[in-house]
């Protein structure tokens, strides 16, 4: 039986090798990969765009709410939350809750209370968010601390990398905290604009009949949306519709 003979590095090549070794660990160079730098530094990437978001949400917010708004009181479909919440979920979710309202459903206040339940159900969901980013920052800390006392043998990037995604998750838990007192005022304004859109909506008269021909019940066209700029101006609060005969009456209130 014949074994195979194991190459052996001549005298030079092991000179040559622990040469190179001294070298590396005189300038605290590490041969292995860097598996922990390397994994934070993915973390950290993710929390740079996640914060992005979050700002951009944040400066943008004005402008989604006042198309929100405006969807709102033209009685828009429920998808036209997604273009005015794009860059804040929570004012998505919140615009799809208004835009799904029907005036006719019930009472104005049922409305404005299931508003204000959903928001109180976004607000949960932002502390809840900003307390599991406080956690995992608590986390990275101890992780920080205890690579740091036992020697673990990680490079000055681990140390430089998980404070730079520590102070990324603390901005994080600042702006949802921003965005959590910013859920109520939103909701308020919302809360309003249902109910302009409540008062502009055209119903039926109450039983009225046409004073000319004696038909049927008139058609009230009401608000301020509706009648216009002019016609409110002139006083006009109200203005009554003949389907049979085309009479046109109306209320108007003295000044």
Not at 65 to 79: D, G, I, N, Q
Request: aromatic share 6%.
């Amino acid at each position: 039986m014949h074994l195979a003979a194991r190459p052996m590095l001549s005298d030079t090549a092991l000179s040559r090798h622990y040469r190179a070794g001294l070298v590396l660990a005189e300038f605290g160079v590490n041969d292995e990969f860097p598996t922990l730098e390397v994994a934070l530094a993915v973390c950290v990437l993710w929390l740079g765009f996640r914060g992005f978001a979050l700002a951009r949400g944040a400066a943008l917010l004005n402008d989604d709410v006042a198309v929100l708004l405006s969807a709102v009181r033209r009685r828009a479909a429920p998808r036209s939350a997604a273009r005015g919440g794009r860059d804040s979920a929570w004012l998505e979710d919140l615009g799809r809750a208004a835009l799904s309202i029907d005036d006719g459903s019930g009472s104005a206040e049922q409305a404005h209370a299931s508003l204000r339940e959903r928001a109180a159900r976004i607000r949960r969901r932002l502390r809840s968010a900003a307390a599991r980013d406080l956690v995992v920052c608590a986390v990275l800390v101890g992780a920080m601390t205890y690579a740091r006392t036992t020697s673990l043998g990680v490079s000055v990037w681990f140390f430089a990398l998980g404070a730079f995604a520590g102070l990324l998750l603390l901005t994080a838990v600042g702006l949802r905290l921003w965005h959590d007192a910013q859920v109520n005022p939103v909701t308020e304004r919302l809360s309003v604009a249902l109910t302009e859109r409540g008062a502009d909506a055209p119903t039926p008269a109450a039983r009225e009949v046409c004073p000319k021909c004696g038909g049927g019940e008139l058609e009230s066209v009401s608000g301020r949306r509706n009648l216009g700029k002019k016609l409110t101006a002139l006083g006009v609060s109200e203005v009554l519709l003949c389907s049979r005969c085309g009479h046109v009456g109306g209320h108007v209130v003295r000044r």
